[in-house]
């Protein structure tokens, strides 16, 4: 098992509202990621990290910002949440042993705006 | 046209049959290929790296045709435990991100 974690699993919020999508890891992965997946849909890379603060933007255009003050540590936040950020949110890691290396996959924040 | 696409799928599949997925991509300095797997509202998961030799692990095949930019994978002797999203996943360099397909579908019968 994939030693990545996400918080909350589930969230229903009202519009407006500040929120924070926690993501750990404890293999020690230099890279992680976020991704965006709508049912049925494909996963699109809205943010990514190559170690202690580095950031960059994805190819899915996105509210949200991100931080990486620790390794291990890259939590997601969105200011003012609408409904169209409803969606699935996967976090993901992987080390940088380079082009074959696998990414691993906390199992997700399923995140609800009403 | 999207970076990474695959037969849209659902494959629905008696057991012990053989299905064939396939996926082109349109950058061709991608650089590394896999097929990840993901359960219905799981995670995705790898299942096997695509090298340019291609690659058997047990009853399923993966090949790379760089020339075509076409990868396949090949499942033989379907089990029910086989039912799934099947994601297509390319690296298009070293130090980025894995970009996904939207995934096809498979529907393995008894």
């Known amino acids: 098992e994939a030693d990545i974690y996400q918080t909350p699993r589930y969230l229903v919020i009202g519009t407006g509202k500040k929120i924070t999508l926690e993501c750990s890891q404890t293999m020690g992965h230099d890279k992680m990621y976020w991704y965006q997946q709508d049912p049925g849909m494909e996963l699109h890379l809205i943010h990514y990290s190559y170690g202690v603060n580095s950031t960059e933007k994805g190819d899915l255009s996105s509210e949200s910002t991100v931080s990486r003050i620790r390794t291990e540590h890259f939590p997601l936040t969105l200011e003012s949440a609408r409904p169209s950020h409803t969606s699935q949110y996967l976090c993901?890691?992987?080390?940088?042993?380079?082009?074959?290396?696998?990414?691993?996959f906390g199992q997700g924040t399923r995140l609800t705006v009403v | 046209r999207k970076e990474v696409e695959q037969d849209p799928g659902p494959f629905n599949v008696p057991e012990g049959a053989t299905v064939a997925f396939n996926c082109t991509y349109s950058n061709s300095a991608s650089q590394s290929f896999f097929w990840y797997r993901q359960d219905c509202r799981k995670e995705p998961k790898l299942l096997m790296s695509?090298?340019?030799s291609g690659n058997e692990d047990g009853r399923f095949t993966a090949q790379l045709n760089r020339a075509s930019q076409y990868i396949s994978l090949l499942i033989r002797d379907s089990k029910l435990s086989d039912s799934a999203t099947y994601l297509c996943v390319v690296n298009r360099q070293a130090g980025t991100a894995l970009i996904f397909g939207k995934g096809t579908t498979l529907s393995v019968s008894s």
């Open positions: 993901a890691s992987s080390d940088d042993r380079g082009l074959w290396t696998e990414a691993f």
């Open positions: 695509v090298y340019s």
